[in-house]
Every structure is written in C-alpha cells, then in structure tokens.
C-alpha cells in the first residue's frame, strides 16, 4: 500500500479513499478479485489441486484461498468446478 500511495503522491488512508471511491473496492479486496478470476483458469484443469492453485495465486493458504473464492464468486470450489 505504501508503495502504491507512494507513486500517487498520497497518504496511504487518502490512496485507500480514492481508490474504494473509483473501484468499489479496497485495495486488497481488487487484488484479490484478479487473483479468483485468474485461478479460475487454473481450476478448469481437475488435475490442478487447490493446494497448488493456491500456491501459485500467492494465497496464504488453502483455506485462504477458499474463502476468497466463495466471497467472489459467491459459489464453493467445488460446486464451481462441477458447474464448469
């Protein structure tokens, strides 16, 4: 965040501001909607494991990652893949 408030000539609370007003969404909760919608690709191969999709999304952990998802998409890991 820093950074990011950094390069905009911002504080972090007015970056945080600005940012929620023009998204809709606080800075992490952006990043992690791009995070969800590129995994989805990964779970479109049944061999990738969530473990390893939430690895390479740079999540903390599965259950991490799970939560995330169901908060985005508004649907379980599973139920998305058998939908696919």
């Not at 999540?59 to 991490?64: G, H, L």
Request: charged letters at 20%; glycine letters at 4%.
């Amino acid at each position: 965040m820093a950074h990011l408030a950094k390069l905009c000539n911002l504080s972090e609370s007015r970056f945080y501001s600005v940012f929620k007003h023009y998204t809709g969404y606080t800075p992490v909760g952006y990043k992690n909607k791009i995070k969800i919608i590129h995994s989805i690709k990964l779970l479109s191969d049944i061999n990738n494991t969530v473990e390893f999709i939430s690895e390479s999304m740079n999540f903390s952990s599965p259950a991490y990652y799970r939560k995330v998802f169901k908060k985005v998409t508004g649907s379980n890991i599973k139920d998305y893949r058998l939908g696919m």
